[in-house]
Structure formats: C-alpha cells, structure tokens
C-alpha cells in the first residue's frame, strides 16, 4: 500500500493523484505560479507505469490535451511549445520516494541559505541546507529541500568536482530524508535520466527505482 502523504503530496503539487489507465491531462493554478524558487514549472507530470497525470495551467489544458490525441509520440519534446515557453527545457527521468533511506552516518551540518562561501544553487533555497566543508572551511558538498507542499519534499544534491568520489551526496540525501520524514513529509528524489551517477546516489541512499517516471517542462 502507498504511504498516505505520497498520495496527498501528488494530488497537491499535480492536482490529481495518478488514477486509471492512461494519461489523464488536468489544470492546476499551480502551474501559473511561481515554484520553490521563484520559477514557473508550467507543466508536470508523474507517471505510475499504469496511469500517468501531467499537470498544466488551466488555459493550456485544451492545448495539450489535442497535443497528446494528435502526436502523442512526440508530445514530450512539443510540450515547451506547446505550453507557450518555447526557451523552457524538458525533463525526463524517475520519480523516486523512500520511507526508509539508507542507514548512512550524517556527514553534514544544517546551515542558513546565506552563509558565506556556498555554490549560487544552494542560494535559492529559503531555509537551512544541509553542507559538507573541509577543516579549512571550504565548501565540499550540499544537498537543499524543496518544500513543495506539506506532504512531499524535494531532495538536491551536489558535491564539488575535487570532492567527488568519497560517498558525501548519498550521506547528505539520506541525511536530509531522515529530516523530511521527521517533519512528517515523505522525501523524494528526481533526476535525468541519463545522470546514472545521480541515480547511482540515489540507489545508495536508499531511494529504489520503482518504475515511475517524473517529466515536464523546466527553466533553463
């Protein structure tokens, strides 16, 4: 049985949970205004393996619902377009939750967004991240919450390229899953499909790949 928050979480940040076969296209205020981090995500969507919902502001419902009756072989690669942001990127790869991360030691301290020497990414996040530094102070690794509701939180991660290598991504991301979940929230991770070391982290942290798969239409 899926955990009760995913369920809450996909029905929140999508505005419908993936139910019934197919692709089930369905309008969302949420699509028309801004993200976590102050951008339009104008179209999203989350696909079971048996039922799949994208999520689009409520003008571009008609758009692209006749989109995926007329090409739906190609509806991924129109949906910028199709959207009425045709500079935006598509993004394609799993979905991935986990109620029990790896039982990895911590390996990071919980710092203000704004403390000294952190990369611009960790920036656009509105309260504390979670840093890995060297004795000497400098930044090594980081990972960041995206709080997109009160019932499913977003986990990123990066390392440093000279600090790559020494397992510090999947520690932080179990780290911070520990906290989501403490916060009673169920943490989940995306990645492109085609970032296998993302996916290898993932793995480690104990976030499987179950066969869902998350796709939509990003800022660049």
Known sequence: MLDRRLQ??????????????GLHVV?????????????LRPA????????AVLSVAPDRV??????????????LAALPQAVGLPTFRVHDGPFRW????????????????????????LRLFDRPVLVVRDSDGAYLAGAGIKRHDAFGHELAVGTAPAARGRGLARRLVAQAARRVLDEGAV????????????????????FPDRGWRAYGVYPR
């Open 44 to 51: 999203l969507a989350v696909d079971t393996g048996r039922s």
């Open 62 to 75: 008609a758009a692209i619902r006749a989109l995926v009756r007329r090409a739906p072989e190609r509806m």
């Open 187 to 206: 943490p989940t991770y995306l990645h492109e499909r085609d970032n296998h070391a993302s996916a290898r982290v993932a793995e480690a942290a104990g």
């Open 8 to 21: 809450l979480h996909l029905a929140s940040w999508l505005g419908q949970w993936p139910a019934g076969p």
């Open 27 to 39: 309008a969302s205020h949420r699509r028309a205004r801004p993200a976590w981090d102050g951008r």
């Open 98 to 121: 986990s109620l029990s991360p790896a039982p990895l030691p911590d390996v990071g301290e919980w710092t203000e967004s704004t403390a000294p020497g952190l990369p611009p990414w």
